[in-house]
């Protein structure tokens, strides 16, 4: 594969500390090596630091594992470091303006508000959102659901509803925990099924992460694998694919049905791992027993006769495997899609096989502790929806606010999120977040869903934090280690978010995670601290980051040590990927895979007798969505260096589209749906098939000034104020995101 040799794993018992060097000029440079935590491909990088400022950031080629796809979000990261207009302290609204306070004061009141919404409506009258960012901290993540556990309320929401939450329903059903997301081995696979993806961009990173695994997939292609990409859009990665198929937008649950009806119709299932590994089998044959060949292919507008063949070629492959994203999700059907997606792998027997998908244990078991920290079941005061991945749909967020009675969400916290532009109808969410009696950002800068903020508290950036994301560990494709150690010191008046959270639970006198004791604990670490003058003493998130190396699994044999990790500044490849992990992590009462979930079943039968999609009248254009390498969901589309073209998006219209509607390149058009309407410049391109137009997710956001004296910075349109938020995928509770139906217009 000419990939680097692995470090050799010889351990040095002491610390590797960053380099200094001094300049021709006299000036002190330090070189710090960490990852970068924008996205789970957590690529490995060398960050150069003067007088506490980051002067450049650069692939770490020493990382044996996690730097292939470093790109120009991480190169760029520490201007959102320094961005003009970053809170630096928390900040009070006061009228149309903010002035800046202290933490004391900004906990002591933030604390006392919403104690008294408790004590007049009880704990649900409290709320959080929360982002992906909070995702890649350690703290984060833990320490609010502490707190969100302290005061007891279950008005949690959370990103997952935007994008990944089939995923994790499909985990739950098939293999008994919702974390269990099965990697992929690519450097073994002679044919590769890419539903919904377009890892030539995304990095092959999702719920996994496999390092430079596009190149090794075009490695694989040269040796003789095939490569089938499954997109309404000719994306990047369709344009280098063996097979393109442009199925219709919403119906890659009928393609995949399609495949698995042909393979069992024809007997080309693998019949060990049928009758041995998985349950369900005859009941997926009825289903497709039910389903009518001509029909599916009608559904998703492909002809039969290539899914036909696309579904002999993957059954007869010696090492195959579906990969299924986020394209697949944002629809009606995602979950559905979801799940034939992993059953196709699970009846053809690639699990745990060489070339398939597979589990990777990590240093920690992330599937037992995950089953520790599960949210208690809580159905939704409106919709009556149980949480899916421990929160509550977004979609449901604005009525929760603007519906009187009990439970109705009177105080949000939107940690490190922007819903307003993530989510379905933002114009919706906007005009419920005015209506608050409190509302708590934590973020860098001030962002369209925080425009109506009582306070803006001020976030630390990775750069300027120590991380050991132990949680994803499972996620590598292979046993990895690395502690992202911070480069530069934060301002002072920023706050890692896990100390708001214990600061908010400390002054509301609720006890952290619900647990008695726990607070006193955590003020006599820190008067100890104090008086011994060692910070390390007080607890926090270094106390969790030792216990679980302390507690981590043996790895070859070997038990990792922390002193192992803080002398691996690189990461530290702890061993060769393993097959024989995926049985035995299976989370179901009879450690099998659950191939037929009867909800899965139920819902596909309803989709059976739904009629075949159709626009309705006026609105005869389907909204697309696609990914670019710099841009990154709703956030960092405000760094110039990141977009040099422009700091705007477009809509992709096909030229037979266009020229119907007299609409040249170039032009302004405004696209507009039942709920909304926006105005954009057109890119007239082949790339999305006829019917389909598309825009880019995330931007859309306006930059505030919170001091004062500048006009917001706008970057591009929010496209979806295009998207009704009552239409989900049942299943998931994922918005329709790249399904909703449009009409277009030259302005």
Same mark, same amino acid.
């Given at each position: 594969?000419?990939?680097?040799?692995?470090?050799?794993?010889?351990?040095?018992?002491?610390?590797?500390?960053?380099?200094?060097?001094?300049?021709?000029?006299?000036?002190?440079?330090?070189?710090?090596?960490?990852?970068?935590?924008?996205?789970?491909?957590?690529?490995?990088?060398?960050?150069?630091?003067?007088?506490?400022?980051?002067?450049?950031?650069?692939?770490?080629?020493?990382?044996?594992?996690?730097?292939?796809?470093?790109?120009?979000?991480?190169?760029?990261?520490?201007?959102?470091?320094?961005?003009?207009?970053?809170?630096?302290?928390?900040? $009070?609204?006061?009228?149309?303006?903010?002035?800046?306070?202290?933490?004391?004061?900004?906990?002591?009141?933030?604390?006392?508000?919403?104690?008294?919404?408790?004590?007049?409506?009880?704990?649900?009258?409290?709320?959080?959102?929360?982002?992906?960012? !909070?995702?890649?901290?350690?703290?984060?993540?833990?320490?609010?659901?502490?707190?969100?556990?302290?005061?007891?309320?279950?008005?949690?929401?959370?990103?997952?509803?935007?994008?990944?939450?089939?995923?994790?329903?499909?985990?739950?059903?098939?293999?008994?925990?919702m974390l269990m997301s099965p990697v992929s081995d690519i450097?073994?696979?002679?044919?590769?099924?890419?539903?919904? !993806?377009?890892?030539?961009?995304?990095?092959?990173?999702?719920?996994?992460?496999?390092?430079?695994?596009?190149?090794?997939?075009?490695?694989?292609?040269?040796?003789?694998?095939?490569?089938?990409?499954?997109?309404?859009?000719?994306?990047?990665?369709?344009?280098?694919?063996?097979?393109?198929?442009?199925?219709?937008?919403?119906?890659?649950?009928? #393609?995949?049905?399609?495949?698995?009806?042909?393979?069992?119709?024809?007997?080309?299932?693998?019949?060990?791992?049928?009758?041995?590994?998985?349950?369900?089998?005859?009941?997926l044959r009825r289903l497709v027993g039910e389903a009518d060949l001509d029909?599916?292919?009608?559904?998703?507008?492909?002809?039969?006769? $290539?899914?036909?063949?696309?579904?002999?070629?993957?059954?007869?492959?010696?090492?195959?495997?579906?990969?299924?994203?986020?394209?697949?999700?944002?629809?009606?059907?995602?979950?559905?899609?979801?799940?034939?997606?992993?059953?196709?792998?699970?009846?053809?027997?690639?699990?745990?096989?060489?070339?398939?998908?597979?589990?990777?244990?990590?240093?920690?078991?992330? #599937?037992?502790?995950?089953?520790?920290?599960?949210?208690?079941?809580?159905?939704?005061?409106?919709?009556?929806?149980?949480?899916?991945?421990?929160?509550?749909?977004?979609?449901?967020?604005?009525?929760?606010?603007?519906?009187?009675?009990?439970?109705?969400?009177?105080?949000?916290?939107?940690?490190?999120?922007?819903?307003?532009?993530? +989510?379905?109808?933002?114009?919706?969410?906007?005009?419920?977040?005015?209506?608050?009696?409190?509302?708590?950002?934590?973020?860098?800068?001030?962002?369209?869903?925080?425009?109506?903020?009582?306070?803006?508290?001020?976030?630390?950036?990775?750069?300027?934090?120590?991380?050991?994301?132990?949680?994803?560990?499972?996620?590598?494709?292979?046993?990895?280690?690395?502690?992202?150690?911070?480069?530069?010191?934060?301002?002072?008046?920023?706050?890692?978010?896990?100390?708001?959270?214990?600061?908010?639970? #400390?002054?509301?006198?609720?006890?952290?995670?619900?647990?008695?004791?726990?607070?006193?604990?955590?003020?006599?670490?820190?008067?100890?601290?104090?008086?011994?003058?060692?910070?390390?003493?007080?607890?926090?998130?270094?106390?969790?980051?030792?216990?679980?190396?302390?507690?981590?699994?043996?790895?070859?044999?070997?038990?990792?040590?922390?002193?192992?990790?803080?002398?691996?500044?690189?990461?530290?490849?702890?061993?060769?990927?393993?097959?024989?992990?995926?049985?035995?992590?299976?989370?179901?009462?009879?450690?099998?895979?659950?191939?037929?979930?009867?909800?899965?079943?139920?819902?596909?039968?309803?989709?059976?007798?739904?009629?075949?999609?159709?626009?309705?009248?006026?609105?005869?254009?389907?909204?697309?969505?696609?990914?670019?390498?710099?841009?990154?969901?709703?956030?960092?589309?405000?760094?110039?260096?990141?977009?040099?073209?422009?700091?705007?998006?477009?809509?992709?219209?096909?030229?037979?589209?266009?020229?119907?509607?007299?609409?040249?390149?170039?032009?302004?058009?405004?696209?507009?749906?039942?709920? +909304?309407?926006?105005?954009?410049?057109?890119?007239?391109?082949?790339?999305?098939?006829? +019917?389909?137009?598309?825009?880019?997710?995330?931007?859309?956001?306006?930059?505030?000034?919170?001091?004062?004296?500048?006009?917001?910075?706008?970057?591009?349109?929010?496209?979806?104020?295009?998207?009704?938020?009552?239409?989900?995928?049942?299943?998931?509770?994922?918005?329709?995101?790249?399904?909703?139906?449009?009409?277009?217009?030259?302005?």
């Amino acid at each position: 594969m000419g990939r680097e040799p692995k470090s050799s794993g010889v351990l040095n018992p002491n610390r590797v500390m960053p380099s200094t060097t001094v300049r021709h000029d006299g000036r002190m440079s330090t070189t710090v090596h960490t990852f970068c935590r924008y996205c789970l491909a957590a690529c490995g990088v060398e960050v150069t630091v003067e007088n506490n400022r980051v002067t450049k950031i650069a692939a770490d080629k020493q990382n044996p594992h996690s730097w292939r796809d470093f790109c120009a979000k991480g190169r760029t990261a520490h201007q959102l470091v320094e961005h003009p207009r970053r809170i630096l302290n928390p900040m $009070r609204r006061v009228g149309d303006t903010y002035v800046e306070a202290s933490w004391d004061e900004a906990i002591a009141d933030i604390a006392a508000r919403m104690n008294a919404l408790i004590d007049a409506d009880g704990p649900d009258a409290v709320g959080v959102y929360y982002g992906n960012p !909070t995702g890649f901290s350690s703290s984060n993540v833990i320490f609010m659901n502490g707190w969100l556990d302290a005061i007891g309320t279950h008005s949690r929401y959370f990103v997952g509803s935007v994008d990944q939450n089939a995923m994790h329903v499909v985990a739950t059903a098939m293999y008994g925990s919702m974390l269990m997301s099965p990697v992929s081995d690519i450097d073994n696979c002679d044919y590769f099924l890419l539903i919904g !993806t377009n890892p030539a961009v995304s990095a092959w990173n999702w719920l996994e992460t496999v390092p430079g695994g596009w190149r090794r997939a075009l490695d694989r292609q040269k040796q003789g694998a095939t490569i089938v990409v499954v997109d309404p859009l000719r994306t990047e990665s369709a344009e280098k694919a063996d097979v393109h198929l442009a199925v219709r937008p919403g119906q890659d649950w009928a #393609l995949l049905l399609a495949m698995v009806k042909v393979i069992l119709d024809l007997g080309l299932e693998h019949r060990q791992d049928c009758a041995e590994l998985a349950t369900g089998v005859p009941e997926l044959r009825r289903l497709v027993g039910e389903a009518d060949l001509d029909d599916l292919a009608a559904r998703c507008d492909l002809p039969r006769e $290539r899914i036909e063949r696309v579904a002999r070629d993957f059954a007869a492959a010696q090492a195959a495997m579906v990969v299924t994203r986020t394209g697949v999700s944002l629809h009606a059907g995602g979950t559905v899609a979801e799940w034939l997606g992993h059953v196709l792998n699970v009846i053809t027997g690639r699990m745990d096989r060489p070339g398939g998908r597979r589990f990777e244990p990590g240093y920690v078991d992330t #599937l037992r502790l995950a089953s520790f920290a599960e949210a208690k079941p809580h159905k939704s005061r409106l919709a009556g929806r149980e949480m899916v991945a421990g929160a509550h749909a977004l979609s449901e967020l604005p009525d929760e606010i603007t519906t009187p009675g009990p439970g109705q969400i009177r105080a949000l916290m939107i940690n490190c999120g922007n819903p307003v532009v993530s +989510g379905p109808d933002g114009a919706k969410l906007d005009n419920a977040l005015a209506q608050l009696d409190l509302l708590v950002a934590i973020d860098f800068v001030q962002r369209e869903s925080h425009r109506h903020a009582h306070w803006l508290l001020p976030a630390v950036h990775w750069l300027e934090r120590d991380d050991l994301l132990a949680f994803t560990s499972s996620m590598h494709d292979e046993p990895y280690v690395q502690y992202g150690a911070k480069a530069v010191d934060p301002p002072s008046g920023a706050r890692e978010e896990w100390r708001i959270f214990v600061d908010l639970a #400390l002054a509301m006198g609720k006890p952290l995670f619900g647990a008695r004791g726990v607070n006193g604990f955590i003020k006599a670490t820190r008067r100890l601290a104090r008086i011994s003058g060692r910070p390390g003493l007080a607890f926090g998130p270094r106390w969790l980051d030792r216990l679980m190396v302390a507690t981590s699994r043996k790895i070859n044999g070997r038990k990792l040590k922390w002193r192992d990790v803080m002398a691996h500044p690189h990461g530290m490849v702890l061993g060769p990927r393993e097959f024989g992990h995926f049985r035995e992590a299976l989370r179901t009462d009879d450690k099998m895979v659950h191939a037929a979930p009867p909800e899965f079943l139920a819902r596909a039968r309803e989709l059976l007798a739904e009629p075949h999609p159709a626009a309705p009248d006026g609105y005869p254009f389907q909204l697309g969505n696609r990914r670019h390498r710099h841009s990154m969901n709703s956030w960092l589309n405000e760094l110039p260096s990141l977009h040099p073209a422009g700091k705007h998006n477009e809509v992709l219209v096909h030229p037979e589209d266009a020229a119907a509607l007299g609409i040249s390149d170039g032009d302004r058009v405004k696209v507009y749906s039942t709920v +909304g309407a926006i105005e954009l410049p057109a890119s007239i391109s082949d790339r999305p098939r006829r +019917g389909v137009v598309v825009i880019d997710h995330g931007w859309g956001s306006r930059i505030f000034d919170p001091r004062g004296g500048q006009q917001p910075e706008s970057y591009g349109v929010n496209r979806n104020l295009l998207v009704d938020g009552g239409l989900l995928d049942p299943l998931s509770q994922t918005s329709t995101l790249s399904s909703a139906y449009v009409g277009l217009e030259r302005v």
